[in-house]
């Protein structure tokens, strides 16, 4: 079984640039995350969906973050205007419904200059 | 407000030994705890998980021992292993409020051989 894909790994911009990162879930999950882990830092929840409905989407800065599911599928969240404070690993996460343990992909390594 | 607090920050092991990972928590409706296991370019991947209801849980050489009234769980790993050498982290949840897992900041082991 394929694990949660992300896209890119790696991703360097200029800050004030705009970034997106792309999220496949475990076929069949309906939950989806997005956290973000910065250095040394546990992973920090931005925003849960429950196929398409994101659920709690509090953390999620809206000023410059966007996140979508479409179709309760696949996911893309997007920083506009980036800033250097958003470097971090953006981590996703996905699983089934009702259950409580969380598959992470390997992540996208961000860095803005 | 930091819901799991984790310590030591780092932690140097000799090889056969065991290394030992605390963790405490605030919010009494938490009631499930599992710990994560992180390589370096890597996602966190699920190593071991407890409930409040038991004391303790082991799987192989992981061990979780829990206190509820002290609101505490601890990873034991016994006979360490250079290949133990991760970022480990403790997370908490509450299924019935329905929230995504909180993270600690995490534990850096180093096994040495």
């Known amino acids: 079984e394929a694990g949660v894909v992300q896209s890119p790994r790696y991703k360097i911009i200029e800050k004030k640039q705009p970034v997106a990162f792309w999220c496949n879930p475990i076929s069949g999950h309906n939950t989806l995350y997005w956290y973000r882990q910065n250095l040394g830092q546990g992973p920090e929840l931005l925003i849960r969906y429950e196929n398409e409905e994101a659920v709690d989407d509090s953390q999620l800065p809206k000023d410059r973050f966007s996140a979508e599911r479409l179709k309760g599928v696949d996911s893309t969240l997007k920083i506009q205007p980036a800033e250097l404070g958003d470097s971090a690993v953006y981590l996703c996460?996905?699983?089934?419904?009702?259950?409580?343990?969380?598959?992470f992909g390997q992540g996208t390594r961000l860095t803005v200059v | 407000q930091q819901q799991v607090k984790q310590s030591p920050q780092s932690l140097i092991v000799q090889k056969g030994g065991i290394s030992i990972i605390n963790c405490a928590y605030e919010n009494t409706a938490f009631d499930y705890f599992p710990w994560y296991q992180q390589f370096p370019g890597k996602g966190p991947a699920l190593l071991i998980a407890i409930r409040p209801d038991v004391s303790e849980k082991k799987e192989g050489r992981f061990t979780i021992s829990f206190n509820k009234s002290a609101k505490q769980f601890s990873l034991h790993i016994m006979d360490s292993q250079p290949g133990d050498s991760a970022t480990y982290f403790c997370a908490a949840i509450s299924n019935q409020a329905g929230t995504a897992l909180i993270f600690g900041k995490g534990t850096t082991l180093s096994v040495s051989s």
């Open positions: 996460a996905s699983s089934p419904a009702g259950y409580t343990e969380a598959f």
